[in-house]
């Protein structure tokens, strides 16, 4: 499976957490489910997988304070969308925790966006990422 599939599947694993509304004690049983489902067993993959969930996880604080902090002044993270806040975790988590190439990240999420989510979507993810790049890797 390639990172770009495997990507795919983390987005696809994080909005159907954000629908349910797992808690957190909940979600480790809900990854095992959304592997077996989806027929998941390459063991480089999984271990893919279920580490980016536990870093989003874990980091989520953070995330949704940089996500919030680089909304327009009269939007709340509460009205974004379920999809775009899903890629909007997966690709903060990506460029700043895992450390991938941020045109690389960007470009995939947009892609997921343009799958996904709704017509602003793509234009939507592209500007808050691209505006937390501009704000937080400035010196790269």
């Known amino acids: 499976m390639t990172r ?3 990507r795919t599947l983390i987005f696809e694993l994080l909005y159907s957490l954000e629908i ?3 808690a957190k004690e909940e979600q480790e049983e809900q ?3 959304f592997l ?3 027929e998941v067993n390459e063991e480089k993959t999984v271990q893919y997988i279920k580490e980016e ?3 989003i996880n874990e980091n989520e604080p953070e995330i949704r304070k940089t996500i919030s902090s680089n909304l327009k002044e009269d939007w709340n993270i509460d009205r974004i969308s379920k999809v775009d806040l899903a ?3 997966l ?3 990506e460029i700043f925790y895992s450390k991938l190439p941020y045109k690389v990240v960007i470009n995939e999420v947009v892609e997921l966006a343009k799958k996904y989510g709704d017509e602003p979507s793509p234009s939507f ?3 808050i990422l691209a505006n937390i790049i501009k704000n937080n890797l400035k010196d790269e």
Do not use: A, D, R
């Open 4 to 6: 770009t599939e495997g």
């Open 20 to 22: 349910q509304k797992t």
């Open 31 to 33: 990854v095992e489910i």
């Open 36 to 38: 077996q489902e989806n």
């Open 53 to 55: 969930i536990k870093g």
């Open 87 to 89: 890629l909007l975790k």
């Open 91 to 93: 690709g903060i988590y």
């Open 125 to 127: 993810v592209n500007g």
